[in-house]
């Protein structure tokens, strides 16, 4: 192989980590891929650091100890997180996504790759000291985001269903009430999907009640792991008070109880602290 | 702004890019970004190009013409797409996984955001050139892979469900016969979700009697949008004769019959081409 220049590594450096945020890679991965000295990947990596930071591209750590090496991750800074979720809340304001019942048009949001990538570095910049081992969603529509707040995260994601599939093996069956419907409904996890004494974070689409988060609480506890988190991408202002609290929304909504139903939609408070 | 370098120049772009698959990006746009001639960038992404390319990180294209710029593409080569498969089934083979029934665990690799990454950019490779409008699956364990695909085309990605849910507002609705079951089943679309005169990707995660790929394809008449291509994680050797035609599986599940079944999976025919 001919010699590589500096911006020849740099760039696929760039790639590797960014395709594998939150992980950590030794200097010596790199020397080998490069076929160059520890001090000279040092150095790339230097420059590295200060072009993400630059280009609000995210974040380059080096880890020391004996497990060290170099880590990227999606990290998105306070004022692009605000006014990316600000501009978002005013696409989704109006009259023209609101739903017979009060519901509100999201689904192409939250399947729309970009979009739903931006949402979760968002997220998993808030979680990252959290150190989940995994996320955990409900079937179906949160699914894409907590996708991307996994990867993001460095971590497998978890999906509980809404009944047990034969496909999944033996299953733990919990039952919740659902805060949109009053119903008793079934939520069930494959037994091999997770560990006891992991760190869970539950992220999903939208927070109204909040008895279905409840669920997954009270799921992760007969797995015996610990809830870190809990992350939306939509809450409903009312009710106020939800049956679980503490968690990180993107953003807030209040429809208006007009003949013409209108959605206000606004960034919520922490992301604009 | 610092006079910025050609390394930390290359390093940002690459990032964005890849960060955007299948988007064309205006030389402009770098130039305004960097504060750099065109003769400059064009440079700078001549390098870009060599380096994806050695690395195996994807493709550069310079598409021309009133529309044109520089395109990153997560294209596969060949070989590292069949012993990323090879590899992938190999771990899957064996007891372990079967499931009563016939069926086999596949849950932690279908949300894995590595792995399915991998999958969508394998995929993708392959209908890149069939130019989709967007990807659709069926919910719910096709989800993942089907939004990588869909990022990697840059597309956005379109969920069929079980029944149509009051917040996706007036949704057309079709039966199929599901494969497995023989049942007649519901399957719903959003009107929004797709315009017709669109082109369909179809991905999901398992084919077996091809019943509801059948069922998304008679959905996609429905919207008058045509199906450029199917693409499955995983098919099931029997039956041989399914309901679908022309589809592309990542991996071929045989499961042997015996009083202790074994699942034997090997990478699909066109992959080993």
């Keep these: 192989m001919d010699k590589i220049r500096r911006n020849e590594?740099?760039?696929?450096?760039?790639?590797?980590?960014?395709?594998?945020?939150?992980?950590?890679?030794?200097l010596s991965y790199f020397c080998d891929l490069f076929g160059a000295a520890k001090s000279t990947m040092s150095e790339d990596i230097d420059i590295l650091r200060e072009v993400v930071g630059q280009f609000g591209l995210g974040e380059l750590d080096t880890v020391t100890g004996a497990a060290g090496g170099v880590r990227y991750r999606a990290t998105v800074q306070p004022e692009a997180a605000r006014e990316y979720i600000a501009e978002l809340s005013r696409q989704l304001s109006g009259q023209g996504r609101v739903l017979p019942g009060g519901f509100l048009y999201l689904s192409d949001i939250l399947s729309s790759p970009e979009i739903v990538r931006r949402m979760g570095d968002i997220l998993a910049t808030a979680y990252y000291d959290a150190a989940p081992d995994f996320v955990l969603t409900m079937e179906t529509k949160g699914i894409p985001v907590a996708m991307t707040?996994?990867?993001?995260?460095?971590?497998?994601l978890v999906i509980a269903r809404r009944s047990s599939k034969v496909y999944e093996g033996s299953a733990v069956n919990i039952n919740y009430v659902s805060g949109s419907s009053g119903h008793i409904e079934t939520m069930s996890l494959s037994r091999r999907a997770v560990k006891e004494g992991q760190r869970a974070l539950i992220v999903d689409d939208f927070l109204k009640g909040g008895g279905t988060a409840k669920g997954m609480v009270d799921l992760m506890h007969e797995f015996s792991v610990e809830v870190v988190g809990m992350a939306f991408v939509m809450e409903t202002a009312a009710p106020g008070k939800k049956r679980v609290s503490g968690?990180?929304?993107l953003m807030i909504l209040d429809i208006s109880q007009?003949?013409?139903?209108?959605?206000?939609?606004r960034p919520a408070d922490w992301l604009m602290a």
Tied chains: 1, 2.
Excluded: C, W, Y
């Design 9 to 26: 590594r740099m760039s696929a450096m760039m790639k590797i980590l960014s395709d594998a945020p939150n992980r950590i890679f030794t």
């Design 149 to 156: 707040t996994a990867h993001a995260l460095g971590v497998p």
């Design 247 to 249: 968690q990180k929304s």
């Design 258 to 265: 007009d003949e013409q139903p209108t959605a206000a939609i």
